[in-house]
């Protein structure tokens, strides 16, 4: 896949801008501050329907505006594929693909992306949100219909959680609380569903995670990764240990697994009807990842946690590049040579080169090494000024953004 053009209207810092993408390495330099990441985030947004950055859509929408747009043309495949969204600040986004109407969940179907940021190390080093994040983007990736189950689960979620912290304030115990009986359903069935895509996801990058962490470091310290599960009696929110783990899962049937969800759930009850708290499910889980057998959170080197992470978005690309028709998803590195030392960035490059199109962001220029040192666009305050290298592509083109 590859981006051609990309155009925001009240976006971030930018009132308008206009970008043109080339086959290849693309460079981005600038400041921090001036509006690169936002260009990046946008992209990554049509292919994740979420932010790296942010939890909530409100933020990436400019001050003082109802809603952003972001509309990028695509090649995919042999097909040009116009896609857009509107982030409204509140309420439900819109899409058109191709000029039609369409729901926003179609918009991964089209748009593979895969992003390396500083934030990255936060999936490593950060509480298991940031785990379950990076898992769910890349489940939306591979199959665009999980978008709608995981944002069914939420809305479940929410309803349950209501109905626990109302059952508390009114006193409300045992069988006269039959409502929440038909919560449990619907949350069992969402619920196992992301649980089994999660597992066969974990399954599916165990090889690539191997392989990318060895060209990354330079070294085998036979990286792994499981989910630990809250339906087995844990709280890997709570554990920092993870004792739970999916080893005896792999093989269970999607019925079985809802079996012992409804179980853990029925277990819990008490405990939550306390709390108000939905203790069981995924939104409770955790993807725990281990170097030379211990957990890199607490125990892995800074080098090592970030060999980790960069080679959880190289699995991540390679898997997609296996699955995709389409071609390669894109890769952006943004601003990660300032984090890395010279062997890293070098081994990281040329790692990259070879996809179909890479984005890569920075504040420094000379911190992008020689293989992806092609097309250069400089961003400075929301202005976008292309100064192609003429060797990257023959046909010659100027785009401008402008912030007001």
């Not at 209207?9 to 970008?19: G, K």
């Not at 934030?119 to 999980?146: K, N, T, Y």
């Not at 959170?297 to 590049?321: D, I, N, P, Q, T």
């Not at 590195?333 to 990259?352: G, H, I, N, P, S």
Request: hydrophobic fraction near 40%; proline fraction near 4%; avoid cysteine.
């Amino acid at each position: 896949m590859i981006v051609e053009h990309l155009s925001l209207v009240d976006f971030r810092n930018y009132a308008t801008a206009e970008l043109s993408l080339h086959r290849g390495p693309n460079v981005l330099v600038g400041k921090n501050g001036q509006g690169k990441t936002n260009l990046a985030e946008a992209i990554v947004f049509l292919a994740t329907l979420g932010s790296h950055r942010v939890s909530s859509d409100a933020p990436m929408v400019k001050d003082s505006r109802d809603f952003g747009v972001i509309r990028a043309r695509l090649s995919v495949g042999s097909r040009k594929v116009l896609t857009e969204v509107q982030i409204n600040r509140q309420g439900s986004n819109k899409a058109r693909i191709n000029g039609s109407p369409s729901k926003t969940s179609e918009l991964p179907r089209y748009a593979h992306v895969v992003l390396f940021a500083p934030e990255d190390l936060q999936i490593v080093r950060g509480d298991p949100s940031s785990r379950r994040r990076f898992a769910d983007q890349l489940l939306i990736q591979r199959a665009p219909r999980m978008a709608a189950v995981l944002g069914d689960y939420d809305r479940v979620l929410k309803q349950r959680s209501a109905l626990l912290k109302s059952a508390r304030a009114r006193g409300i115990r045992g069988e006269a609380l039959t409502t929440l009986d038909v919560w449990d359903d619907k949350l069992v069935a969402l619920g196992s569903e992301i649980i089994d895509a999660r597992l066969r996801l974990a399954s599916d990058l165990r090889s690539p995670l191997a392989s990318a962490y060895a060209a990354i470091a330079g070294a085998d310290h036979q990286p792994e990764l499981e989910w630990a599960l809250s339906m087995h009696g844990g709280d890997p929110e709570e554990d920092a240990a993870g004792t739970a783990f999916d080893a005896a899962d792999r093989s269970l049937s999607l019925s079985r697994r809802a079996e012992m969800f409804r179980a853990a759930l029925q277990a819990k009850r008490t405990q939550e009807l306390d709390r108000g708290i939905t203790f069981v499910g995924p939104h409770r889980d955790d993807l725990v990842l281990r170097v030379r057998g211990l957990p890199v959170k607490g125990y892995a080197s800074h080098g090592e946690s970030w060999s980790v992470a960069l080679a959880l978005r190289l699995a991540s690309a390679e898997l997609l590049r296996a699955e995709s028709p389409a071609g390669d998803p894109v890769l952006i590195l943004d601003d990660v040579f300032a984090e890395l030392d010279a062997d890293r960035r070098q081994r990281l490059a040329d790692l990259t080169v070879g996809y179909e199109q890479v984005l890569v962001t920075a504040a420094v220029e000379a911190d992008i090494p020689e293989p992806l040192h092609r097309h250069v666009v400089h961003i400075s305050d929301g202005s976008i000024s292309d100064d192609r290298d003429p060797a990257a592509d023959s046909e010659p083109d100027t785009d401008r953004g402008r912030d007001e």
